[in-house]
DNA sequence: GACTGTGAAGCCATTCACAGCT
DNA sequence: AGCTGTGAATGGCTTCACAGTC
């Protein structure tokens, strides 16, 4: 299994291969073909073999791919093959709709620590998690073994507290503020940014005039 | 101003762009290089200057950009010289948070509707919208004269929403669904997979070890 | 016959490097 | 002298097309 370098394209692509395959396990499908997964998820089936092709020969030439066994594969390619604590700092209705999603849970994503500066919602109970005061961040990240956190604080905010997880050891970090924030080489940034996803639609919308 | 094919990465970068511009300008900030904006937002200069070269020549060479000028610029071009009125479809933790984002009616969306099947959730008040049937979309679609639709609802339900939204006339969905949907080649798709981008930390924090 | 795995080709986006203005 | 605008070069992802295998 050489890992040099893989799209991120196609790292995003086998999430979704696998959660088709996961809907394919519950319809007991045996057994699927690159072209199956292609129409299924919308890409080409080509795309689909040359992803795969990165991390190893999981099918059988002219059967196809046995979806359990694929399966596997693709959660543990993903890391999902573990659980993760993950922390959330901010505690709006973005935090908490997060903190609440089962999207998370199903993968094996734990919401463990919910922290916010505004003593308002602090002990506010969100699920079976109590949101917790800021000042709890580096000792919550290591008596949880947190390696994800999550940003949703105002965009005036988020490098600070940013910050703060990256000194605390958090690893990855997704950021839903809608500001540009840095952190070292070493540590993994994806934004999630609810307005961008918004404003393409508005400009593809405002081409067609 | 000729507009063949744009990459979807530079629009994604001209809002972002013009978020920064938008700070700058809070600073009272007059004159911007290319230099300036790459370093604010974390790209290369010759980056910013192609993206902004494919819409017209907006600078002055030895000078640079006037702020105030190429935000105008960069909000036309997004098509955020005027007002969207968005319906979001599914009034659970996810679209309540979405229906009060203050980021959103910053940037001149303003969602109208709030749609659910659940009679729990109808009736019940988000911001100064009341959570409606999903009876009413293709009335409310109409009467407000919506492009925009956000898809909220769980994963079995996102097809069937979407053809609705569709059928009413909608030309742009914004699908928060962990599943993949299919709409017309006239309409405009946008998924945010929260999950996928979670699974991309998990497999680059599993790729380190 | 059917479908995988993969080198080669094609395509698209980014970076380079410099001519052109101010 | 400084910074933009842009053709050319580069790099990377996707598609093609087919040899290999069951």
Do not use: C
């Amino acid at each position: 299994m050489k890992v040099y370098k893989i799209p991120e394209a196609t790292v995003m692509r086998l999430s979704i291969y696998s959660r088709f395959l996961h809907q394919l396990l519950e319809d007991e499908v045996n057994t699927v073909a690159s072209g199956d997964i292609a129409s299924g998820v919308g890409v080409s089936s080509a795309q689909v073999r040359k992803d795969l092709a990165y991390f190893g020969e999981f099918g059988t030439r002219g059967v196809g791919y046995k979806v359990e066994e694929l399966y596997g594969h693709l959660m543990k390619i993903l890391g999902l093959d573990q659980n993760w604590n993950v922390i959330i700092i901010g505690a709006g209705k973005l935090g908490s709709a997060l903190a609440l999603y089962k999207g998370f849970e199903d993968r094996g994503f734990k919401v463990t620590s919910i922290l916010d500066v505004d003593n308002k919602r602090i002990m506010k109970q969100i699920g079976d998690v109590t949101v917790e005061s800021l000042d709890l961040l580096e000792e919550r990240v290591r008596e949880q073994g947190i390696k994800i956190g999550v940003v949703t604080v105002p965009a005036a905010a988020a490098q600070d507290v940013t910050d703060q997880l990256v000194a605390a050891g958090v690893k990855a970090i997704l950021n839903f503020s809608p500001r540009v924030i840095k952190v070292p080489n070493d540590v993994i940034l994806r934004n999630v940014d609810l307005s961008v996803n918004l404003e393409v639609l508005s400009f593809n919308l405002a081409l067609q005039k």
